[in-house]
Structures are given as structure tokens and as C-alpha cells.
């Protein structure tokens, strides 16, 4: 598991606020599994993350143990990654503090993110909402990562990222490596099935936008069936038509199947038989995680035993650059 074979690193971290979403699971923690083979594989459970949210602590505590199980029936090995629990890694704030002193303010007020939670949760802008991307620079350049998988929407927080390394570097000599965020192949953009102008989330207002990854198939089938679409009855893949493309690229991402290949097998047919063809695809995807995930959530000892395993190399890994950083800046 220790970078011994020059496989180069890959570092992510998904928060555990509530369940994981279809759009996180295509989107992102997918490829964690494919990328398992290819790549030295770090992953983090950031829940530090999640407190910029105000929390209710026996829901937090369950939403963390859920999501570890969750993510670990999607496929993550953890003999071949990385998978452990920020809040348990104490160099992570260590190194945010220490980042923050080296991050303008101007640069953490252009973060567009910082923009639309602050508007989202206008009763609660608080002070860890704007450092926010200081401790998820520091996650990264804790593991010397190579390669930090993104979303098209997280590009800003690899180039803050970069920015801080940078500056570091530049001072003090090399001390980070520079990490290139890249947008794997196979990540689908999920929209919402309500709004298929908005990104599938958690926090969406409307139940049936969200697909979770442990529904029962019966809410997944009526949760498709209830899909948004468009007038013309016609499964093709146009400007315009961000319903039918938005299930048309979980069909393709679920099946494998092309968008021409979608088109043909679905010409001449309505709306109804395609959304009960995607929502049955998903349903398949999903049955072998929710049966792995019950098993793992029951053995709760196993579980723990995987991620006090998996925090004790991840601290050791992370102290050999916090203490570098800490020597550098003059700290004795």
C-alpha cells in the first residue's frame, strides 16, 4: 500500500453528509474502484468537511459508519487503497492551519463555492466555510499526490491547490509535489431527475431528484418513472432536451451502451418504456452494493478494524510532510 512500486498517487476524499448519491457513486467513487489497479489509491472520508454544516452529532456519527460501509460495497479493497477517516488523521488541520498562512484572502474569496453555500445557508457563513479549500489543499499535498480525480465544478479548488503549493514551494524549496487534477473518462455528470438543470444532490428539496445508493428498487423504479423529460416523446440526445440526455447518460453509464446505440434500441418507443429501461439498469447496478453494504454495516468490529488499520498508515504517510513543513517555516 506504501507507494514501494512507483505507481503514482492518487488522493480523493468524499464527505459523509448524508448517503451517497447515484451521482456520486457514477460521478466519482466508480472510478476509485477502476483506479484501484492503475494507481497508489488514497482516499479520505473528509468528515471534518461536513461541519461547515451544522450537524446533529448522532446523526453524523451513523452518517460517517454508513458512508464507510457504503463505499467500501461500491468495491474499494482496502489490501490495494487507501480508504481511512480524516477526523482520525491529525495532520490534516495541522497542515490547514499552517496553509492558511500562506493563502490570500483575496484568492479564498473568488472560490465561487464559498459563494453559493453562503447563500444557501445565509444564517451560518461562518469562518471554516471560506478556509474551507485550505484543508482540502492540505489533504492533498499531505500524500504528495500526482493525480486528484475532479468534478468539472471542482476545478477551482486544484488550482487554489496548486497556488498554495506554489508559494510554499517557492519559499521555502521543494517541498510539495504539484498535483494535476484530471476529469476521468468514464465520470457521468448526474443531474437531478426533478431539475435536470441542477446537479443531483443530496440536499435536493424534491425527494424524487435524488437517487441514494441504498433505495429500495421499488423507490429507485418510482423515482425514474417520476423523471422529468419534455414533450416530443422521442429518446435522443439534443440541446434542450437536459431530461431525456440527463437519462440518457445514466443509461450509458450503467449499460456501457452508446448514445447512438440508446437511440436505436429505443426508436419508436415512448418515454415510459426508457424511463423503466434506466431505472431497472440501476436498479441491477445497485442490488450487489446494497447486499455488500447490509453485510459490512452488520459486522461493525470489521469495519472498525479496516479504518483504525487504514488511519495509522495514513498518519504515518502524512507526518513525513508535516514535518518537513513544520521544520522549514522555523518551528522547533
Known amino acids: 500500500m506504501e507507494n514501494q512500486t512507483k505507481k503514482e498517487v492518487v488522493f480523493s476524499a ?51 459508519i454508513d458512508a464507510y460501509a457504503s463505499i467500501m460495497a461500491c468495491g474499494i479493497d482496502v489490501e490495494k487503497s487507501l480508504f481511512f477517516i480524516q477526523s482520525h488523521v491529525h495532520t490534516h488541520a495541522e ?17 465561487t463555492q464559498f459563494k453559493d ?26 500524500y504528495q499526490a500526482d493525480k486528484v480525480p475532479v468534478g468539472a465544478d471542482q476545478k477551482q479548488h486544484i488550482e487554489i491547490t496548486r497556488n498554495i503549493a506554489e508559494r510554499f514551494n517557492g519559499i521555502y524549496g521543494n ?10 473518462k468514464n465520470g457521468a455528470r448526474v443531474m437531478s431527475l426533478q431539475d435536470p438543470t441542477r446537479k443531483m444532490s443530496k440536499s435536493d428539496e424534491n425527494v424524487n431528484g ?14 425514474f418513472k417520476r423523471a422529468v423529460t419534455d414533450s416530443e416523446a422521442k429518446v435522443r440526445y439534443a ?18 451502451l452508446s448514445y447512438e446505440q440508446i437511440e436505436k434500441d429505443f426508436d419508436g418507443k ?32 470489521y469495519l472498525e478494524s479496516c479504518y483504525r488499520k487504514a488511519d495509522e498508515i495514513a498518519l504515518k504517510i502524512s507526518s513525513r510532510t508535516m514535518g518537513k513543513v513544520m521544520k522549514k517555516i522555523g518551528f522547533i
Request: hydrophobic share 45%; charged share 20%.
Open 210 to 223: 435524488c437517487v441514494h445508493l441504498l433505495d429500495t428498487p421499488e423507490v429507485i423504479m418510482k423515482k
Open 270 to 301: 415512448g418515454y415510459g418504456d426508457f424511463k423503466t429501461a434506466v431505472g431497472e439498469a440501476v436498479v441491477e447496478e445497485l442490488r450487489p452494493i446494497r447486499e455488500r453494504y447490509e453485510k459490512l454495516v452488520a459486522d461493525k468490529a
Open 117 to 142: 453555500k453562503s447563500a444557501k445557508h445565509a444564517d451560518n457563513i461562518n469562518a471554516g466555510l471560506f478556509t474551507y479549500p485550505v484543508l482540502m489543499a492540505a489533504d492533498i499535498l499531505l
Open 239 to 256: 440541446e434542450g432536451k437536459d431530461g431525456v440526455n440527463n437519462l440518457m447518460a445514466i443509461y450509458s453509464a450503467v449499460t456501457g
Open 95 to 111: 497542515l490547514a492551519w499552517a496553509l492558511s498562512c500562506y493563502t490570500q484572502f483575496g484568492e479564498l474569496s473568488r472560490m
Open 14 to 64: 468524499i464527505q459523509p453528509s448524508g448517503t451517497i448519491t447515484l451521482g456520486n457513486y457514477l460521478g466519482a467513487v466508480r472510478n476509485w474502484v477502476t483506479m484501484q489497479n492503475e494507481y497508489d489509491c488514497i482516499y479520505a472520508l473528509a468528515d471534518l468537511h461536513t461541519i461547515t454544516v451544522r450537524q446533529t452529532p448522532a446523526v453524523m456519527r451513523k452518517n460517517i
Open 175 to 184: 517541498v510539495f509535489k504539484i498535483p494535476d487534477g484530471f476529469i476521468p
